[in-house]
Every structure is written in C-alpha cells, then in structure tokens.
C-alpha cells in the first residue's frame, strides 16, 4: 500500500505539472482577451513535435530542443494572433469555436503529411532515464526532474504576474479592460504578447510531457477537454487557480487508474462536475473592480 501510494503521488503530481504547464498560457488569453480559443493544444502538439524532431533529426540535446522549441512556437503563437486571432476579439463565441476548430482541424492534416500518423517518439538524456527508491516504490527521475521543473516555472509565473509591472498590468486588463486602456495600457500589445507567452508555455507543456502525453496528430483533440477542465476547474485569468486544478486533476485521475481502473474517467468527470456546481467560477474566482 505504502508503494502504491508513493507511485499515486509523484505520477499524479508529475501528470498534473504537464497540465498545467500546458494549460496556464489558455487560462491567462480566455480571460484577458475573452477569447475561446479551442486550438490551444495545437501550440502543445507543436512544441512535442518540433521537440523530437530537433532530438530525433538534428541530434540537439533534450533541454536546447526544448528552448528551440517554446521559441520557435512562441514567435509563431504571436504572428497568429496579429494575423488571425485579433479580426476575432470581442465576436460571438460561436465565431471564435468555429475558427479555433478549423485551426486544430488544419493542424491535424498537416502533422499527419509530414510527421506520420504514429506518435512520435522521445528519447530522454540519460540523465533523466534512471530511478529511485521512496518507500519501497521505484520512482523514474523524469517524475522527480518535472515536479521541479514545473515548480519552478509555476514559481517564475507568479512571481512575474504578482511582481512585475507586466504583470499588473496583465492583471488590470483581466480585471477591467476599459479601465485598463482608459489609463493609458496598451492593451493591443499586451494581447499579443500575453498571447505569444501562453502559446510558448503550451509548448514547453508539450515537449516537456512528450514521454506522458504522447505527440500525435490528434493531440490536440485527443487532449483539450483536460486543458478546459483544468482552466474551468482553476478559473480564468488565474496563475495559481490552474496550479491547483492540474494536481487535483493529475492526483484524481492517477488514483482512479491505479485503485478503479474498471470507472476510468467517470470520478474525474463526476468531480469536476459537483465542483463547479459548488464554485461555478473555480478555486481561484477573479476579482472585480
């Protein structure tokens, strides 16, 4: 029992530390520009893939793939959204569902011609291959390596948000966006570098979790209804709110797969459900004014 706890806890934070990753950067652009943007897990898929091409292709190192990756997918995330993304603030919600549904749709097709329709694999270094022993459970050091790491990002994030004149910034806009450029915040730009950041940070998610949540043609359908769960379970405009929603989530749903593999999904589902019955707005609520 003691084991089979251990490998319940580091497995599910570990899982929760990729969703939430991936998940923060959607969090952040649903509240500050409003916008429904469903193809988030297209930059996550795009980050995996380019990810394991530069490790598999070109033989660059685990951690330069990754930054190579976040830069390449943040500099595409920001020219989105000065070319597509903005003709869409403030439409109907259908509007902005329909073309983000068309986004991953197109994402689809194009990852299958060029990288296949199998999911691509990652070799990890070998320094992140090995285990460890915790209270008789083996532990893989790639577990341990993303609860650190994605503490440390979870860490820069409220610190940049909470500390920074970005950050407030970012915040004053959530809050009250006619406020916010009454003042004189050029909110145009904050958009898209706010936009541009969440798509860096979904990638990061993606290749950082690329040995988790397989790199496939249908990620981004495969995974976005946990990336919404973990924004509507955290709350919108929220650093902190999703931090908790993705380890509740990753702890919930390793649990049901180790104790309860015959419900599957159903706890989770049943959770999320009788939680935002109880906080429609999620953990963390925004605040107004």
Known sequence: MTSTLANILFFGLAYGMILYMTSVGLSITMGLMGFVNLAHGVFAMLGGYATVTLMNSLAVPFLPALLA???????????????????????????QVLFSMALIFISVAIARIFWGPLAQPIVLPHYLQGHFELAGATIPTYRLFLLIFGGAIAAALWFGFDRTLFGARVRAAVENHEMAEAVGINTDRLFALTFGLGTGLAALGGGLGAEILAISPGYPLQYIIFFLIVVAVGGLGSIKGPLYAALIIGLADTATKYLMPEVGMIFVFAFVFLLLRWRPQGIVSRRKG
């Open 69 to 95: 990756a976040c830069i390449l997918v943040t500099g595409l995330g920001f020219a989105l959204e000065r070319l597509l993304y903005r003709r869409l603030y403030g439409a109907a919600e259908l509007d």
